[in-house]
């Protein structure tokens, strides 16, 4: 096999599973509606650089530790799982605040301001993208996916580093160019929405999101449900 048809075949298994739905689009969607589009890129870059971190450290073996140890991995999924609690039920709470979403226009969110704060929130650019980097940092089953794919996609004659991280970073610019697709679909849908109203609908609906898939994590670890692989 070589690397150009390592490449291709990985791209087709990566694919559905990228567009696939799941937190990091939620993520995504919820911040470029709440805080518009350059926070909603941030955030998207952190979730990328999230996968390249897990796809280098499945290509030098660490994961491996995750698939032999159940306690290491339980102890990560409870870590994530409580991590995505937290942020849905801050998401969840601070959209019944009051004056939660003065800030933003109460007509469409059809612009995005040229200073690096988030009108919502004050948050800069920098804590979306580490909140889109940690997210996926706390996921284990991203290195899990690394780890039992990435074996199966590296050619004899080339270095498993090198390879493992040409895949990790081919992924990379699949998921980013997903996740671009649906900030400009995003952008799009504005047009027609209320800013304020679909803000924080949004926020209700990816918080709750968020909740259930942190408790179903938890849940699983807690009941031993939780595999590695």
């Known amino acids: 096999m070589t690397v150009f048809e390592a490449m291709l075949l990985f791209a087709l298994v990566a694919i559905p599973?990228?567009?696939m739905p799941g937190l990091d689009s939620a993520l995504v969607l919820r911040t470029a509606v709440v805080s518009g589009r350059r926070h909603a890129y941030a955030t998207a870059l952190g979730i990328n650089a999230g996968v390249?971190?897990?796809?280098?450290a499945a290509?030098?073996?660490?994961?491996?530790?995750l698939a032999a140890s159940a306690t290491a991995y339980r102890a990560l999924t409870l870590a994530g799982a409580g991590y995505l609690l937290w942020l849905g039920g801050q998401m969840l709470w601070s959209s019944f605040r009051p004056g939660r979403?003065?800030?933003?226009p109460d007509a469409a969110l059809t612009r995005d301001a040229?200073?690096?704060a988030d009108p919502a929130t004050g948050r800069s650019a920098w804590r979306s993208f580490a909140l889109g980097a940690t997210t996926n940092l706390?996921?284990?089953?991203?290195?899990?996916?690394?780890l039992a794919t990435i074996p199966q996609f590296l050619p004899d004659d080339v270095p498993h580093l090198l390879m493992g991280l040409l895949l990790a970073v081919e992924h990379d610019v699949l998921g980013f160019a997903w996740l671009a697709l649906l900030i400009n679909a995003a952008g799009l849908a504005q047009r027609w929405l209320s800013g304020r109203a679909i803000a924080r609908v949004t926020d209700r609906v990816t918080g709750v999101v968020l909740l259930a898939f942190g408790g179903r994590i938890g849940w699983n670890a807690l009941t031993g449900q939780a595999r590695p692989i």
């Open 17 to 19: 599973l990228t567009i």
């Open 52 to 56: 390249l971190v897990w796809g280098v």
């Open 59 to 65: 290509a030098v073996g660490a994961t491996a530790v």
């Open 101 to 104: 979403y003065d800030a933003l």
């Open 114 to 116: 040229p200073a690096d």
């Open 138 to 146: 706390l996921n284990p089953k991203v290195g899990v996916f690394y």
